[in-house]
């Protein structure tokens, strides 16, 4: 089968934008990114072929409109628990990033989606916003979720901190602890099938280790500590700085989404 069918016109499009010629979809019979090296996370289980192009939106598997459209996505009532969650951490200060905080910046997405993304904090414009990766970092990240046929309706998006460090800096060890709880119970109450953690310092917190993306992506990693499997690729800021890094991680994504596609086949889409 072509990749031509195997992918729509409006993803094409999207694969150009995002890097004419790194961003090219691999073809079927590709070995699985990973499948080589090592199982520290436990074998993968989607090593089928990549089915035929369809629409893997699949953000909303308890509800009946599960396969919404890109273009005007329905968006799910919050459950309260998730309100209530949302409410206090407006008003945490248990560590020393809200003193420089416009907003807290919760998170935004479906509440039922099978797929979140998880970030390291917000930067300016995300504090301003009150929305996470909403600048530059931001629109790569929509269209790498466009590529997928996602959108930042039909997944959840969210950080290890919910407050802006200064500067930009990285949050320190002691601000991701007092913060992680929080993104914990978001994983708890949305209980997507799966977590893309975008760069070093998601997948560090999310998988209490110390070791470099490049060491944890392409593979999945089933951490005794969160129920769904976290799969490691690169932070969209540092692919708009190392550009040349950009087919690894659509590698990375292609294989998020045929994992997706097993996790939905098994657990029922
Ligand atoms: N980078 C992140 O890690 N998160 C955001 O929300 C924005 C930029
Ligand atoms: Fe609270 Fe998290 Fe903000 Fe720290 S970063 S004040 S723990 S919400």
Redesign the pocket.
Known sequence: MGQDTRFSRAQRDLLDLMDTTVWMPRTADDPPVGAASGSEGGPSSATAERPPARDLAAGRRRQDDSRASNSTPPVAAAPPELEALRTRVAACTACALHSGRRQT?FGVGNPRADWMFV?????EE?DRRGE????R??KLLDAMLRAMNLDRNTVY?A?IVKCRPPNNRNPGLDEAAACIPYLKRQIELIAPRLIVA??A??AQRLLETDRPVGAMRGKLHYAAHLEPPVLVTY???YLLRSPGQKGKAWEDLQLAMREMDALQEAGGA
Do not use: M, S, Y
Not at 132 to 135: A, I, L, M
């Open positions: 910046v970030g390291e904090g917000p930067g995300e996470p990766f909403v600048g970092a931001g998006i950080n975008l760069g310092v998601a932070h969209p800021a």
